[in-house]
């Protein structure tokens, strides 16, 4: 996008207008976005869009396919009066955040109007600021699963008439049965209907495409709940044994310090765990996880969704080859390899200056590896010993786990 982004002479007026609309269609316009709309020589927008605002002065098209064709045809046209509509507010899961990075803000004018969440939250009465939102339009399904929780009220924007269907098998299939859904259609316009039910309930047949659900959860004694805290216990994760168990990944996680919107390398991934929880701490965070045995990697593929298809990327391949063309990473976490050398050594030089590196190990060789790493780049080393109850015949006794052997590095 930057070779189409800024380097064109800046426009003396807004040359391009982004027009947000409701289901009204024109009617529900200010004079000046009508003022925009009908001043433009070249209208783009959606089918439903084009549609909806009717015939207009200038010449109006439907987007390209496929859609990614669509900035680069708009930026053909700069300096010449164009106008792109788009859904309600284009800034909230919309076209704008696209538009306004390759086009100065000078340069456009926006017309925007209340999204589908705040109509929603309006007809409910619900205070928006206290909902769970999440745009299931064009992305997977299980995006649903973190948002599953009790007592938490979620919007869901759909993808289309199917997904209110599929919603409901989800959360009876994790114990939310008794919650109630608003299946919300249309909102804004003359076709708008609201229906509700209970997930246990839910039997609407035809549902318009154009839909938002409403969630008010309410979860059974066994609901499958997906805690906030670090640590998820082992039976979260497909997994063959080579998981990092909860209590050290609890302790790992910690040491990585994970940021918002932050990108971790999970070298060694094994089930992944490690990237995953990474993810789940926050929506903009992202992990590259690397496994060289492809069974290992699938089942990271089937764990991501079933958390909630996180972003994870999973790179099938034995380090360090694998790790070349990564984007550069704000943290590292080495479950496996770090007494190879170039692991390491391919890692370290591909982590941003300010990152986090952190390893853990069970083996003398491995520790000796850390060891000589802390004596050359410094960091902190630390034990970890965990033990369980365990029976000892007829009565109880602590057993020990191997202990685990942690370096954590700044990079500086």
Known sequence: MDELSRTAPEAAQPWLSLVGLGEDGRAGLSPEA????????????????????????????????????ALPMILTKRGRKVCVVATGDPFHYG??????????????????????????????????????????????????????????????????????QRVAEVMRARGFGASRM????????????????????????????????????????????????????????????QITKSEIRAITLSALRPRAGELLWDIGAGSGSIG???????PGNRTIAFEQKPERAERIGRNRMSLGALSVEVVTGAAPASLTGKAPPDAIFIGGGITDATVF???????KPGGRLVANVVTLEGEARLAALYAEHGGSLRRIGISHLDAVGTMHGWRAALPVTQWRVVKR
């Open 34 to 69: 009508l003022a925009a709309l009908d001043g433009a020589e070249l209208v783009y927008g959606g089918a439903r869009h084009i549609a909806l605002i009717g015939d207009v002065p200038g010449e109006a098209a439907e987007w390209p396919q496929p859609f990614r064709n």
């Open 276 to 282: 995953l929880e990474w993810c789940l701490r926050n």
């Open 345 to 351: 050594e391919a890692a370290w030089a591909a982590l």
């Open 182 to 241: 608003v299946v919300m259609e249309a909102l804004g316009g003359p076709r708008e209907q609201i229906r509700e039910c209970t997930a246990d309930s839910f039997d609407f047949g035809t549902v318009d495409p154009l839909n938002l659900i409403a969630l008010d959860l309410v979860a059974a004694p066994d609901a499958q709940v997906l805690p906030l805290a670090t640590g998820l216990d082992e039976d979260w994760f497909e997994h063959d044994g």
């Open 95 to 164: 076209i704008g955040a696209g538009l306004a990075k390759a086009i100065p803000a000078e340069e456009m004018q926006i017309f925007p109007q209340l999204s589908c969440f705040a109509l929603a939250c309006n007809r409910l009465r619900w205070p928006q600021e206290e909902s769970g939102r999440v745009s299931l339009h064009g992305r997977a399904l299980q995006r649903i699963i973190p948002f599953l929780q009790p007592g938490r009220r979620v919007l869901a924007l759909a993808w289309d008439g199917t997904t209110p």
